[in-house]
């Protein structure tokens, strides 16, 4: 189908799991009352953001989908609004585990699951003690209202990411993410570099971008530490402009409508993809910029 209407979302969480699944499914409720068809809640939202800090038993919050009621709920919940829902999940895989996407068609089908990339690791925001790096690769998936690929957080940071959505054929580039305050800078607001860069990759990929961030501020339970989390989920456009754009502090449902065949058509006449040389860019693969 040629238009696609996609809402981002965003909403502050606690440890009262069953009040942050409230809060999602009225933020879903009312980005399907105004249309949307394809709708990003933020990333890990069943919970607050545990890798704040290092604390053994956080390891238990992790699950198979098949035991995930908030999973089952969401499948739910996109049958009756016919709508796309990529669930965003802290996954239990054998002896790892991974910070992961299950991506849920309208309908209800499980399309498929992205298991994040690139995991960071710095103050207040200690994922590699948690997840083990994704070893899925990047997906897209065909979705009932068009083509979608989704990265997790830290991986919006990368243009390969957004890059190898768009080669796969991603008419939209998602991005759940959990991001805020830098405890190890406490001056630095990083909200402008963070929004530049994804409207970056979506200029430089001429395909529109969504973003999800949480909101509020939240306390380690184990240490002295607390993040503000800056919210600003953004909706733009395949130039890279700011359609819409939620505040700091507030819920918030963005909600916009592309034309995806004028979408595609500018793409095609810019011919960003028809003249890449990708035989050159052995060293994209390397780590210190020397090719062997």
Known sequence: ????????????????????????????????????????????????????????????????????????????????????????????????????????????????VYRKTHIPDSDGYLEKYYFSPGDTGFKVWHTKFGCIGVGICWDQWFPETARSMALMGADLLLFPTAIGSEPSQSDLDSMP??????????????????????????????????????????ICDERGELIEQADRDSEAVLVHTFDLEKVRSQRKAWGLFRDRRPEHYDVIKTLDGQVK
Request: negative net charge.
């Open 1 to 112: 189908m040629s238009k696609i209407t996609v809402a981002a979302t965003q909403m502050h969480c606690t440890w009262n799991q069953k009040d942050n699944l409230d809060r999602a499914e009225k933020l879903i409720r009312l980005a399907a009352a105004k249309g949307a068809q394809v709708i990003l809640i933020q990333e890990l939202f069943e919970t607050p953001y545990f890798c704040i800090e290092i604390h053994e038993p956080y390891h238990d919050l992790a699950t198979t989908l098949a035991e995930n009621m908030a999973f089952k709920r969401f499948q739910e919940l996109a049958t009756e609004l016919n709508v796309v829902l990529p669930f965003s999940w802290f996954e239990k895989a054998g002896q790892v585990r991974f910070n992961s996407l299950a991506m849920i068609d309208a309908g209800g089908e499980l399309l498929g």
């Open 193 to 234: 570099h963070w929004t530049n860069t994804m409207r970056g990759h979506a200029a430089a990929n001429q395909t529109p971008v969504i973003a999800s961030n949480r909101i509020g501020t939240e306390q380690a339970e184990h240490r002295d530490l607390s993040l503000t989390f800056y919210g600003s989920s953004f």
